[in-house]
């Protein structure tokens, strides 16, 4: 398969492709739901809540903070993450502008 050629896309088409594209599955959705609902940093095992394996967790949790999406700090032996707010907003901003171009007056089939 050959290289994206993402230099003849916007910077904000090739953003909410990188954002969707971390979102593309069910786990990392999964994961930021779990963070989202507790409402503060998530440090401990998410493995227990998901009943997914500890690497499994880590693999999505790289791919999440590759993009953008969540934070991470480091306190003593473990790592804490959060909802990154400004990905967050710009994904959100993005994402409604992106569905909203299409409104209900657009029926040409």
Request: include cysteine.
């Amino acid at each position: 398969m050959g290289l994206t050629k993402t230099e003849i896309f916007t910077e904000e088409q090739n953003r909410l492709a990188i954002l969707l594209k971390a979102l593309a599955h069910p786990a990392r959705i999964a994961i930021l739901q779990q963070i989202i609902n507790a409402n503060a940093c998530i440090c401990g095992d998410l493995s227990a809540e998901l009943g997914l394996a500890q690497a499994t967790i880590s693999q999505h949790l790289k791919e999440l903070k590759n993009a953008g999406l969540i934070q991470g700090t480091i306190e003593g032996v473990s790592v804490c993450y959060c909802i990154n707010p400004t990905t967050w907003a710009i994904l959100k901003d993005e994402l409604s502008g992106f569905l909203n171009t299409a409104g209900p007056g657009n029926t040409c089939c």
